[in-house]
């Protein structure tokens, strides 16, 4: 067994500047490979991993700390001679072990859905506990740091699917020297004025593109009608996120308008199947099919759009409530007068009488159906006059956000929407499809992001157009360790729909909990393979992605502009990347478009090629004095002195810098 | 002069610098250059600096806002308002904090009170909020009300009333609709808590301690969770268990926990009636059954406790099933569990789980494994031998020979046979009638002479201290040694009584190695065929550690073995006994061999001198394992003396080479 490990340590040093990967030293590896995957983590041989996953009862060798010291992070679950030696030692007592407190979010309940009978273990002189027993304060995760290495020890395994247990498994194994290997910046994250009115936009972008947020859907209906204070913060925070390389969208959740305009207009109130206004949580729904109500709603969104610089426009759940449908009446839309009328001129009754003398299923049914067209309808009318809008502002990227119905087959009944139905519009107006993940599947696992997709698939979907939407936002549902997803099963989440869509967004940057933000670029990095040929590390993603490399690169054997001092930013497919001994150039910093290639130029000049939904941003290093765009020569548009505006769609451009 | 220092020290204080001015200055040079995170930071020194400063707080507060922090934000604020009560501003900041952070009741609240008792302005802004916060309330209020009256009375509509009347401080009706959405969704346990919430802050508190301890049992974990947080933090006691059954009366696990609580309180005729509803209850649930069916089986009702115990070995609980089957000296019953998901699977894990406590000498963790094993593979018999085995280290032997007696039917040889030796060997140390025989024959160099020493003998487990026992002895040599009666005689007739002694004897049970025992009998000496009486008893001790000779693998051993002996056939003498060995076995393949050192004493009351001598001296002692194990070897070589050399033939000292093997077993 010696000799073995001594045989795992020498190969170990050698691999020590490669990029982070695992290993489980165990013959059923459990939920290890998802989590550590789920940071782009790559398994590989024991003999190059650095982060090596042993499980109870891992045999002790004096190897070990030999191989802690010179960089490998070894897991220790539960109890085991190994972890003894470590100085994680079994004590007498025993507790009762149902939800932990972690240091990384201390206030966040964590709740096991099933309590374990654990031994209370002594944690070594200079660990750091990163999470208690809540009750008894026993020590349930804790790291050690050992030389150029440390030990992480969990009380027990971490579950099947992998974050039943500790949330925050990564950020400690992070706080104890892990860096991942892989970071995005193509998220997108939906922005809710009503929660950070308080706040410095400036401050916010910094943080949310260090969180790999591409663009930021921000909340239209507070900005619905004129306002001096408002108008203004909205300006500033639109050129702050432009400033950082951040495509900001206009946000409509129509029906829901404004709350001026509910209170200004009782009389297009959309109502329930009781007969109330409909004020369902917090929407407060109007009746876009009165033609005064929706004439003047288009008016209001054309004046909207047009009164800030918006790179594009969501219009998000377009259809009716609720999600507990015919069977909850007082929650049931839409039945305005319109709408009962239009439907007694059609089929000769009036819709109320389903939830009263006429309940019978074909009754019901044909209200159903008619009502899922008359969504269907109401959105078709709404892309056109998005369309018609774009005619005028033609840099706008148009975002249909539509709740999945394939997967959870009960959304067309329940508030009318239909997918299948809708799909067959993207041919004739160009938008993107975001499946918002239905709340009645937020509770399942991440797999579900793959099924989700090949449903959507099916239906002929162009699938460079679409997006899901994940809510991170505390679940109805019965769910553990927590009520939000974090840590872990964020992480598992991202990963598997990035793997999956083109486009994943956040339901919402102030949801997201702080402790997650660093990880996040990393979980959303869509990275097939890694490979060391020689010098060369060749890295195939799917959409592109950030390699943690110092100094100057050459990607594909030329010298490459695209970088940070601490990352070089590849596009998607297979490149391999290499030192490069060439002098320094300028440099794109960060671009937020789909990088398809870049280089130097004649004199020192970046060309790039890329392709965008909406205007691309590119920061660079140092101010750029002259653009051709497609062989055009055009005056550089700036957002500020080294963020350039570049045009949507596909475009080849070439920058001159000071 | 006095005078003059007092002013001086006055003077001196009033100039003493700010604690906070250098932190508070370089947190407003960070926030102006928006440097949030340097700022707040800073701000802390601040406060630590000086604590009641209301402005401090307020500025710390408003640069938590900047960054998004507003809960944080929110609790400086509410620091702000206790240091600077009348401060209207500051407290509608506050509200306004608590309103956006979800505290919607306290915002109200604050609204309420400043409304009413702040300045103009302050009252201005205030009935405004509050109209925007209790307006709404009010109509959703309503509007709720009205569903429920218009027949849109379920879950949904209570509960969204319930939740709008807590905001509103409108207790009585949230605490009426929480209930009533629960009544309609029983399983939703958090809004029991809510419920339990709602009549602590109307000071119910017997109801609010009932609703909490019915959420924080059964059900929901995270609803429990919030329940124990309401909960006071002592255990509760009956009357509050009952009060929260008379609640949520279908509430099963807390009615069993209730049921056990009595029954360690030996309250067992209430505990059996709360069993009693269980079992009328939830047919499914068989632990209840079981344990009620026990109870009245522990008091001789069969007819009542067959009924349940049969529903027990009806249902799907395997190992609850066997325990009623143990109880009730049925066969166990060894089937695989049909509704397992992929048995095997769990089960192999198990397996390893415990094959790896095993190794790492966690016997318990094994233990616990190996029951999951056999839960999840029921007829995996490698697993019972296991659990033989760990129970048998656990020095729980009873049950250890249950599973031994499983496995041993297994279909597998290797471990049928290997269950059938270890099953004997338990059974005959746990029955009614255990028989043992033991052989040590030995040639010694000093009086070149082959002895044997041997013992029949039958003992019989009665429920006493003591237990009897019949003996046959044989003590004897080739040399034929004659007894001359002589104790000082130079034949070694200490060593060879040339007899058979039958006895019968009163022995206790073996406790840490000690065991007395004494018996009475006759001595029929097999050359003479002279028969005397007989009468011997003692005390023995036997402790050894380390590596046995049949164990795996090397390492140090010692042995010790003690007696104290009282023979009446040596004129009635006591002698003691006392050899020990240290050395080290090595017990890998074929041979396993033991080398030591051997240090004996022998002393006797008497003062005989060939009883009281003292020896050393390397051994061997080696078992070739195609053997019996319970058959060795034995080669020693010892210097040894006499202590006592008053009529003592011989030189002083002596050397002695003797070898013989041991055999012993029992059935």
Request: proline share 5%; hydrophobic share 40%; aromatic share 10%.
């Given at each position: 067994m010696r000799s073995a490990i001594s045989l795992l340590l020498l190969p170990a040093l050698a691999a020590a500047a490669g990029l982070p990967s695992y290993s489980v030293l165990s013959e059923e590896p459990g939920a290890w490979p998802q989590i550590l995957e789920s940071i782009g983590l790559q398994r590989k041989p024991a003999s190059v991993a650095r982060v090596l996953v042993l499980g109870e009862g891992a045999l002790a060798a004096p190897e070990w700390s030999t191989r802690v010291q010179d960089g490998a992070l070894l897991i220790l679950e539960g109890e085991s001679p190994l972890a003894e030696m470590f100085g994680f030692r079994r004590g007498d007592a025993n507790v009762r072990a149902g939800s932990l407190t972690d240091v990384h979010d201390a206030k966040l309940p964590v709740v096991w859905e099933r309590a374990l009978e654990l031994p209370v273990c002594h944690v070594p002189d200079g660990a750091q506990v990163f999470a208690r027993e809540r009750w008894s304060g026993a020590p349930l995760m804790a790291g050690l740091r050992r030389g150029a290495g440390a030990v992480l020890w969990l009380a027990v395994s971490p579950g099947n699917r992998g974050y039943e247990r500790f949330p925050y498994l990564l950020q400690a194994l992070t706080a104890l020297g892990l860096e991942p290997p892989f970071h995005s910046g193509r998220l997108w994250a939906f922005f809710d004025y009503a929660y950070r009115m308080r706040v410095d936009p400036l401050y916010f972008a910094g943080l949310w593109r260090k969180a790999g947020i591409a663009a930021l859907h921000v909340s239209a209906w507070h900005f619905f009608e004129r306002d001096e204070a408002r108008d203004r913060y909205l300006a500033e925070l639109i050129q702050a996120c432009h400033g950082r390389g951040i495509q900001v969208?206009?946000?409509?959740?129509?029906?829901?308008?404004?709350?001026?305009?509910?209170e200004s207009h009782p009389e297009w109130r959309e109502k329930t199947a009781v007969g109330q206004d409909a004020h369902l949580d917090w929407r407060k729904l109007m009746n876009l099919q009165n033609h005064a109500c929706a004439r003047a709603v288009s008016a209001g969104v054309r004046e909207l759009i047009f009164r800030f610089d918006w790179d594009g426009i969501n219009l998000a759940e377009l259809y009716f409530e609720s999600l507990e449908g015919i069977d909850n009446p007082s929650r049931f839309t839409p039945l305005n007068d319109d709408v009962r009328e239009e439907f007694r001129r059609r089929h000769g009754f009036d819709p109320l009488e389903?939830?009263?003398?006429?309940?019978?299923?074909?009754?019901?049914?044909?209200?159903?159906?008619?009502?899922?067209?008359?969504?269907?309808?109401?959105?078709?009318e709404w892309l056109g006059e998005i369309e018609g809008i774009?005619?005028?502002?033609?840099?706008?990227?148009?975002?249909?956000?539509?709740?999945?119905?394939?997967?959870?087959?009960?959304?067309?009944?329940?508030?009318?929407?239909?997918?299948?139905?809708?799909?067959?519009l993207m041919a004739r107006i160009p938008f993107t499809f975001m499946v918002e993940d239905p709340a009645t599947v937020w509770h399942l696992g991440p797999q579900r992001y793959l099924e989700i997709a090949r449903r959507y698939e099916a239906l002929e979907a162009r699938k460079d157009r679409l997006a899901i939407d994940i809510n991170i936002v505390e679940r109805y549902q019965d769910v553990y360790p927590t009520k939000q997803q974090t840590g872990v099963e964020l992480f598992q989440l991202v990963h598997m729909a990035s793997g999956a869509f083109e486009r994943v967004a956040l339901y919402f940057e102030n949801s997201l909990r702080k402790a997650d933000l660093a990880l996040l670029p990393s979980a959303a990095a869509a990275v097939g393979r890694v490979e060391r040929i020689g010098p060369k590390l060749v890295v195939e993603s799917a959409y592109g992605v950030g390699v943690p490399w110092d100094g100057p690169a050459m990607v594909d054997g030329r010298p490459w502009p695209v970088r940070t001092d601490r990352l070089v930013w590849l596009p998607a497919g297979a490149h391999s990347?290499?030192?490069?001994?060439?002098?320094?150039?300028?440099?794109?910093?960060?671009?937020?478009?789909?990088?398809?290639?870049?280089?130097?130029?004649?004199?020192?000049?970046?060309?790039?090629?890329?392709?965008?939904?909406?205007?691309?941003?590119?920061?660079?290093?140092?101010?750029?004095?002259?653009?051709?765009?497609?062989?055009?020569?055009?005056?550089?548009?700036?957002?500020?002195?080294?963020?350039?505006?570049?045009?949507?769609?596909?475009h080849l451009v070439t920058i001159r810098t000071e | 002069?006095?005078?003059?220092?007092?002013?001086?020290?006055?003077?001196?204080?009033?100039?003493?610098?700010?604690?906070?001015?250098?932190?508070?200055?370089?947190?407003?040079?960070?926030?102006?250059?928006?440097?949030?995170?340097?700022?707040?930071?800073?701000?802390?020194?601040?406060?630590?600096?000086?604590?009641?400063?209301?402005?401090?707080?307020?500025?710390?507060?408003?640069?938590?806002?900047?960054?998004?922090?507003?809960?944080?934000?929110?609790?400086?604020?509410?620091?702000?308002?206790?240091?600077?009560?009348?401060?209207?501003?500051?407290?509608?900041?506050?509200?306004?904090?608590?309103?956006?952070?979800?505290?919607?009741?306290?915002a109200r609240r604050i609204f309420d009170r400043v409304r009413r008792e702040g300045d103009p302005e302050s009252r201005a802004t205030a009935e405004q909020a509050f109209q925007n916060i209790d307006g709404p309330l009010a109509a959703g209020i309503a509007r709720w009300q009205e569903a429920i009256r218009l027949g849109g009375g379920n879950f949904s509509a209570h509960y969204e009333l319930a939740t709008l009347a807590e905001q509103r401080d409108e207790l009585e009706l949230a605490a009426r609709h929480y209930e009533a959405a629960w009544r309609l969704l029983p399983d939703r346990r958090s809004v029991l808590v809510d419920l339990g919430r709602v009549w602590k802050?109307?000071?119910?508190?017997?109801?609010?301690?009932?609703?909490?301890?019915?959420?924080?049992?059964?059900?929901?974990?995270?609803?429990?969770?919030?329940?124990?947080?309401?909960?006071?933090?002592?255990?509760?006691?009956?009357?509050?268990?009952?009060?929260?059954?008379?609640?949520?009366?279908?509430?099963?696990?807390?009615?069993?926990?209730?049921?056990?609580?009595?029954?360690?309180?030996?309250?067992?005729?209430?505990?059996?009636?709360?069993?009693?509803?269980?079992?009328?209850?939830?047919e499914s649930d068989l632990l209840s059954a079981a344990q009620l069916g026990f109870l009245y089986l522990g008091r001789g009702d069969r007819i009542n406790a067959m009924p349940l115990l049969e529903r027990v070995l009806r249902g799907d609980d395997i190992e609850l099933a066997n325990r009623v089957r143990a109880v009730l000296r049925l066969p166990q019953q060894l089937q695989r569990r049909a509704a397992a998901a992929s048995p095997a699977a769990a089960s192999l894990d198990a397996k390893q789980m415990a094959e790896r406590s095993m190794r790492a000498g966690y016997m318990k963790d094994a233990l616990k494994y190996l029951q999951l094993a056999h839960e999840a593979d029921p007829v995996d018999t490698n697993v019972m031998l296991k659990l033989g085995w760990t129970y048998n280290i656990l020095k729980q032997d009873s049950m250890a020979a249950r599973w031994f007696d499983l496995?041993?039917?297994?279909?597998?040889?290797?471990?049928?046979?290997?269950?059938?030796?270890?099953?004997?060997?338990?059974?005959?140390?746990?029955?009614?009638?255990?028989t043992s025989v033991w052989a040590f024959p030995f040639y010694s160099s000093r009086w070149r002479d082959l002895f044997s020493y041997g013992q029949f003998r039958t003992d019989f487990r009665v429920p006493f201290p003591v237990q009897p026992y019949f003996s046959a002895r044989f003590i004897g040599d080739v040399r034929r040694t004659m007894d001359s009666g002589s104790l000082g005689s130079s034949q070694p007739q200490y060593l060879s009584e040339s007899a058979v002694i039958a006895a019968v004897g009163l022995t206790t049970p073996v406790w840490k190695g000690l065991r007395g025992w004494g018996e009475a009998g006759t001595s029929i000496n097999y050359l003479t065929h002279h028969v005397t009486p007989d009468y011997r008893g003692g005390v023995a001790y036997f402790r050894g550690f380390g590596r046995g000779l049949a164990s795996e693998g090397s390492g140090w051993f010692t042995e010790t073995a003690a007696d104290g002996l009282f023979v009446s056939r040596f004129g009635d003498d006591v002698l003691f006994y006392w050899q020990n060995r240290l050395g080290f076995g090595q017990g890998a393949g074929p041979l396993r061999l033991q080398f030591y050192i051997n240090a004996?004493?022998?002393?006797?009351?008497?003062?005989?001198?060939?009883?009281?001598?003292?020896?050393?001296?390397?051994?061997?002692?080696?078992?070739?394992?195609?053997?019996?194990?319970?058959?060795?070897?034995?080669?020693?070589?010892?210097?040894?003396?006499?202590?006592?050399?008053?009529?003592?033939?011989r030189r002083p000292n002596f050397f002695d080479f003797r070898a013989g093997m041991g055999y012993a077993f029992s059935y």
């Open positions: 969208y206009c946000w409509l959740e129509l029906p829901h308008v404004s709350e001026k305009f509910w389903i939830f009263g003398a006429r309940k019978d299923t074909a009754s019901r049914r044909l209200f159903l159906n008619f009502r899922a067209e008359l969504a269907r309808r109401m959105q078709e774009r005619r005028d502002k033609p840099q706008l990227d148009v975002v249909l956000t539509h709740v999945d119905d394939r997967f959870d087959e009960g959304m067309r009944e329940a508030i009318g929407a239909d997918a299948a139905a809708v799909l067959p990347i290499e030192a490069s001994a060439a002098m320094d150039g300028p440099r794109v910093l960060d671009f937020n478009g789909d990088l398809q290639s870049a280089r130097y130029g004649r004199d020192g000049r970046i060309e790039l090629a890329y392709r965008s939904q909406a205007r691309a941003f590119a920061v660079l290093d140092r101010r750029p004095v002259s653009l051709e765009l497609d062989g055009v020569d055009m005056q550089p548009d700036l957002c500020s002195p080294q963020v350039l505006v570049l045009p949507r769609g596909q | 002069m006095r005078a003059g220092l007092f002013l001086l020290a006055c003077g001196l204080l009033a100039q003493s610098p700010d604690p906070a001015y250098e932190p508070l200055a370089k947190a407003y040079e960070a926030l102006r250059s928006r440097h949030y995170d340097a700022a707040v930071s800073l701000f802390l020194k601040a406060i630590e600096a000086a604590p009641e400063r209301a402005a401090v707080r307020r500025d710390m507060a408003y640069t938590y806002l900047k960054i998004g922090e507003n809960e944080l934000a929110r609790e400086q604020f509410r620091e702000a308002v206790r240091l600077e009560p009348s401060n209207h501003h500051t407290a509608l900041e506050y509200a306004f904090l608590c309103f956006e952070t979800g505290e919607k009741v306290q802050a109307l000071n119910r508190v017997e109801q609010a301690n009932a609703a909490l301890l019915a959420a924080s049992r059964g059900g929901q974990a995270r609803a429990a969770e919030k329940a124990r947080e309401l909960l006071p933090a002592r255990y509760p006691y009956v009357p509050e268990f009952l009060a929260a059954l008379e609640l949520d009366v279908r509430n099963i696990e807390l009615r069993r926990e209730l049921a056990y609580l009595l029954l360690r309180m030996k309250r067992q005729k209430e505990a059996e009636e709360e069993f009693r509803i269980i079992t009328r209850m939830d496995a041993r039917r297994s279909t597998d040889p290797g471990v049928a046979s290997e269950a059938q030796r270890a099953w004997r060997s338990l059974r005959s140390s746990l029955g009614r009638v255990r004996n004493l022998t002393a006797d009351v008497r003062r005989q001198y060939w009883a009281n001598f003292v020896e050393s001296g390397p051994g061997v002692r080696f078992w070739p394992s195609a053997l019996p194990s319970s058959l060795y070897f034995t080669v020693n070589f010892l210097r040894g003396a006499y202590t006592l050399n008053r009529g003592n033939p």
